[in-house]
């Protein structure tokens, strides 16, 4: 790390200020960079991480052991982990960011006026971004990847188990700018456990234009309640695959299986699965029996308990929880105008889906739910900047602001309007 | 005024809570709502008003005398008066706000993937809307049609010395509501003069999704430290007109003093002249002589002053100073970097102009300067929705989130993805 007097002072507001100041100056430098010179510092970057897998891998040995220390779970000791592989990924997903289109210059729209005078609203950076994440070290990587490509500068607030390796990704990323020509104060990492720091970023709006949180529902929470400025995120991805009385069968069946069992930990996983009440009941036994085989629990109304044994009942809770897990919440409801009520009322605005052949059904659903993504015969798994062919996301907002769904490197530009005259003044 | 309910309370936070509850149910409804039926509300809405000029001329002349109790200072007073003309320009608005596109519903992109899922951005209404205003009571009528127009309900907190008149035209516009189908909480007032309103209103994120304020800086303030939800505004419009050595002479001319003088008390007011001081001294001379002849105060650097006897002395107070009055504070500077490094530091990233032959000056201004609008060869005057060709603006945001610049219907946008599929599952 590069910020001795940032560290010198143990006052976590001193040196998120001082990190801050640092970041907005380097942000006007590369908000202002070449599209090579972007792109030459994520390649540079790649490269030195993949040099640096001996001091990468000790210094994950040092955070893997703090965090066995701390008793960590299993699944957040693994995700902490690096290995060749990650590592190469972390550097391959870089130069994949190198090779998307640079959003800052766009022309987003272009016209002229009776008077002459040609508008052009034109793709500028946000500025500084502040993005707070917990255990994975990748993030560091990947979120200072996209910041960079989109002109912003970031500081990057990492959990306290994962700050070697962290910083040694950040190192790497400095390295990748200075080869380049561009400030290393264009991403910064915060160098203490201290959580104070979190606070101290969140205060500040006249440093840091946008914070992305990335991690559990009480670190999002804490995030959105406290930020001085605008927030990037979702709490919850609280998806729904509403099953219509005119779905084909086959086709809602393996789309409800899809949406809640290919990965269940991620916010597109499906959570509740809504059954029109006129649909054959053959389709949602086969979809409870596609999904208590693979050790799916079911959670389900009356109605649904009656149909098949292993349902267990639920409660009002389960229409507004989020399990991130093998479990299922399953209601009958009637028809698509009353799935559009449940998901409206108990829903987390992410993704949900509807399966139906009827297309007045479909225009309907898609109209009305109030999600950031709205679906027709497809899987809620494929709420994903990826997916949407964004090339890669910061994460998935749910805000009606600025941003909402996938956040890739579009998401993270402002415009400015850039008019061009040959003298005209206002009559 | 319908609100019996809430007006029985003299609590405005509980007054405020009943109407952003009705207007947040109210803007379910509208927007799902056919551009069609909100094209009807508008145009029965001008009517309404059209019908009500003597009951608005009656509650204008209490407003106007509690102005007066109040000593309002006389400009203060004219905003506030209404007379037959202001307020069929009212109704005239309010029809070319109907004979606007409607955005809500819009396709802003569209792609394939190669799994075949097709991606829509949709545009969306962003939700419920709150202005807070001060004297003009015709900014009710403005804020309200567009608002509607663009699918969002609004909750209008107007100046309490306007509240008669507000009150007659909310009534109007809920009229027009009314008359084509859509609910009355669609456009509310907060119908009390107790301050504590708009605290309440800036205190509710979870009913309230933006807030536009209207009026003097004091008010923008306070609404941008305490609003707890986004804020679409411009604290200060401190524009500059920066007159390059490689100007055209009478281009510079007639572009600074139109800048300046066409109108002084708007947010496009230049408020700074910058010369490059390798510009004939002839020019400054004849910007000098045009604006002082017109009865405009100059302040100016000893450069400038050594130049012209009538420029007074500039403090460093003047360069950080929005006028909005005959007043120009004028300085030389060494070429298109400095002045750029000027308007970044001293201007409020509003509207700035440069004036040159020189392209590459030009394009450099333009990228480096960090305003909502940059222009060329031609007059910050032109900063405003109407004159960009959006129809009509509620006011310009100098913010970079979301709205920047003009905020018209547009602006007041939020977007989902609607994504369609047949049968896709992700792998």
Redesign the interface.
Known sequence: MSMATALDTDDATAQVRALAEAARAAS?TL??AETGAKNDALTAAANAIRGAEPALLEANAKDVAFGQEKNLSAAMIDRLKLDPARIEAMAAGLESVAALPDPVGEVMAA?E?PNG?R?ERVR?P??VIGVIYESRPNVTADAGGLCLKSGNAAILRGGSESIHSSGVITECLQRGLEDAGLPRACIQMVPTRDRAAVGAMLARPDLI??IVPRGGKSLIERVMNEARM?VFAHLEGLCHVYVDGAA?PE?AR??A???KM?RTGICGAAETLLVDRRADPAILQAIISDLAEEGCELRGDEDVRKLDGRVKDATEDDWYTEYLDTILSVRLVDGVEAAIDHI?HYGSHHTDSIVTEDADAARRF???V??????????T??ADGG???MGAEIGISTG???A??PVGTEQLT?????????????P
């Open positions: 006007h908000a202002l016209w006026r005078l508008i500028v946000l500025g234009d946008v605008p084909d086709m393996a789309i299986f899809n949406a290919r409206n898609l109209a009305e109030d999600s950031a993504i709205v679906m027709h015969n497809t899987s798994q494929f997916e949407f062919g009606r602001m600025h909402r769904g402002s415009f400015k309007y850039v008019v061009r005259g040959e003298g005209q003044i206002r």
